[in-house]
Nanobody, 125 residues
């Protein structure tokens, strides 16, 4: 079955950087759209970024555009999220997600049916 394992979260000061990873298994990774979501305490989950199966098309929420970069290594079945210039408002649990569609059906909002367990990102001011 589809398994997604998130890692790479941590605590940083504002302006710092983190790189999240998501190791995928149990399915044909290179055929799926992949994405990152986040959820802060008391807030709804929000889409952050997505990337199509081939890696050539990316989507970003306006709040992270220019600071975050999504990428994937289809040989390693791994998804990444490079986060630079982090802000306190980026503090949240981050989840990777998979959509059984090579072309992300709705950008970074998508129709994701599979989820990782989450990794916590905390940014202090």
């Amino acid at each position: 079955q589809v398994q997604l394992v998130d890692s790479g979260g941590g605590s940083v000061q504002a302006g710092g950087s983190l790189r999240l990873s998501c190791a995928a298994s149990g399915y044909t990774y290179r055929s799926y759209c992949m994405g990152w979501f986040r959820q802060a305490p008391g807030k709804e989950r929000e889409g952050v970024a997505a990337i199509n199966a081939g890696g050539g098309i990316t989507y970003y929420a306006d709040s992270v555009k220019g600071r975050f970069t999504i990428s994937r290594d289809n040989a390693k079945n791994t998804l990444y999220l490079q986060m630079n210039n982090l802000k306190p408002e980026d503090t949240a649990m981050y989840y990777c997600a998979a959509e059984a569609n090579p072309y992300c059906s709705n950008g970074y909002l998508g129709a994701f049916g599979y989820w990782g367990q989450g990794t916590q990102v905390t940014v202090s001011s």
